[in-house]
């Protein structure tokens, strides 16, 4: 594959400066269960955005905060994209982070494909690493499943999560998921595996996650949320789609992934129609309000039917989000950043608080201080989606917490997500 170049003046200064070592993990969620912003290390001198033990989401929250500054403007460092880039092993892969990146990747070193996706997006952004996306490109597809998906590590069960996030990953990039195919099967064949028809008393339209033990699909908000992008073959990243009518599940014998997002976009709608925002139920306490899934949420309502669409999410978030990002670190900012945009709406006067600041001050300082001026980023924006529609058709988007497979406790945008049904 011939990785696409994009020429924005982002690309081209990175493409200028780039040339270090280094890495970093991945996203935060809940309040309750995303890492602490607070812990050892030194973001300006290490290159590593956020303060927190990167242990389980180095490379996934340092992909974010990437990927966030570019959608702004912003032009990162090159320690820290440094940072990034030194993180990846040497078949292309990316673990969760790899404290001595000198150190060989072997057998031990647990590599997965959310990361991977994430850190391909994040650098296919900022520009002058076609090598580096390249090889992981060619590792996530050397992993696909016989079913047409991933699973969160090489070898494991297909999910609606991974899968998501890898077709972010290609469309990004200008490959066209349709064409990436194991055994006569695509990343769709396999996403549409886990959607929900609209006939279920619980959770119509909605994706699960995996079927559970016993085969039956469970609807899950995380799950449906990275769903409804992953068919639409958006990335973390995404613009508002056309605006559309009421949302409403309209079953099909077989149905379209146009169709399915829409189901899938009509179950987010239901759930955050009454309090604005999804909900987080953690075993033995009260369902508490769940700020990341309900910022991917508005990604996903707004990528499928239009800004409107999201309105009401978007509102509760910028009244309430203000604090779970402070405790929660980079990803945090950067997911409330991909709903601004998603929804047109400025992120530097979100309820009152600046994310793009917050953000920076997580890391080091962005290069040639804090933004391009906004012609320049609108050019910028306009010649990325030129090339979107000449490759693809699609956005890029997203996605994925799914280290709560393993017991590592980071969701979806890998912060701690909770698997069990949602409503």
């Known amino acids: 594959m011939n990785v696409r170049r994009r020429s924005s003046a982002a690309a081209l200064a990175a493409i200028a400066v780039?040339?270090?070592?280094?890495?970093?993990?991945?996203?935060?969620?809940?309040?309750?269960?995303?890492?602490?912003?607070?812990?050892?290390s030194a973001p300006e001198s290490s290159g590593l955005y956020g303060t927190a033990d990167p242990q389980y989401d180095g490379v996934w929250r340092q992909s974010l905060a990437l990927l966030a500054q570019d959608t702004v403007?912003?032009?990162?460092?090159?320690?820290?994209?440094?940072w990034l880039t030194g993180q990846q092993c040497d078949n292309g892969a990316f673990a969760p982070y790899r404290a001595d990146p000198?150190?060989?990747?072997?057998?031990?070193?647990?590599?997965?494909t959310n990361n991977t996706a994430a850190a391909v997006q994040a650098l296919w952004a900022v520009g002058g690493h076609g090598d580096v996306?390249?090889?992981?490109?060619?590792?996530l597809k050397s992993v696909q499943n016989k079913d047409g998906g991933w699973g969160y590590t090489p070898g494991g069960p297909s999910d609606a999560n991974s899968t998501s996030i890898v077709i972010g990953a290609l469309t990004a990039t200008g490959s066209k998921p349709e064409q990436v195919e194991k055994d006569g099967k695509s990343p769709y064949d396999?996403?549409?595996?886990?959607?929900?028809?609209?006939?279920?008393d619980?959770?119509?339209g909605a994706f699960a996650f995996q079927p559970d033990e016993d085969g039956k699909l469970l609807a899950n908000a995380d799950a449906t949320a990275a769903g409804v992008l992953g068919a639409l073959g958006k990335g973390l990243v995404t613009g508002a789609g056309k605006a559309a009518g009421d949302a409403t599940c309209t079953d099909a014998k077989k149905p379209t992934r146009e169709q399915a997002a829409a189901n899938g976009a009509a179950h987010l709608a239901e759930a955050v129609a009454e309090d604005g925002h999804l909900k987080s139920a953690l075993g033995g306490s009260a369902d508490q309000p769940d700020y990341g899934n309900t910022a991917d949420a508005v990604v996903a309502l707004a990528a499928q039917g239009g800004a409107e669409k999201a309105a009401k999410p978007l509102a509760w978030l910028q009244k309430n989000a203000a604090?779970?990002?402070e405790q929660s670190g980079p990803a945090a900012y950067a997911q409330l950043i991909f709903a601004a945009h998603a929804t047109g709406t400025d992120p530097r006067a979100f309820g009152g608080t600046d994310l793009v600041?917050?953000?920076n001050a997580t890391g080091p300082s962005p290069q040639g201080g804090e933004a391009k001026d906004s012609a320049t980023v609108s050019a910028e924006d306009a010649a990325r989606e030129n090339d979107d529609k000449d490759d693809s058709g699609f956005g890029v988007w997203w996605f994925v917490g799914v280290c709560l497979v393993f017991g590592v406790g980071i969701g979806f945008l890998l912060s701690g997500r909770n698997k069990k049904q949602q409503p």
Do not use: H, N, R, Y
């Open 357 to 359: 600041a917050e953000l």
């Open 102 to 112: 000198a150190k060989a990747c072997d057998a031990k070193t647990t590599v997965d």
């Open 18 to 40: 780039i040339g270090a070592a280094a890495a970093a993990p991945a996203a935060a969620a809940d309040p309750s269960s995303s890492p602490s912003a607070s812990a050892p």
């Open 73 to 82: 403007g912003v032009v990162p460092s090159s320690k820290a994209v440094g």
């Open 323 to 325: 604090k779970w990002a």
């Open 202 to 204: 619980k959770g119509a």
């Open 133 to 139: 996306v390249e090889s992981a490109l060619t590792w």
């Open 190 to 200: 396999a996403l549409l595996t886990f959607a929900l028809p609209c006939a279920e």
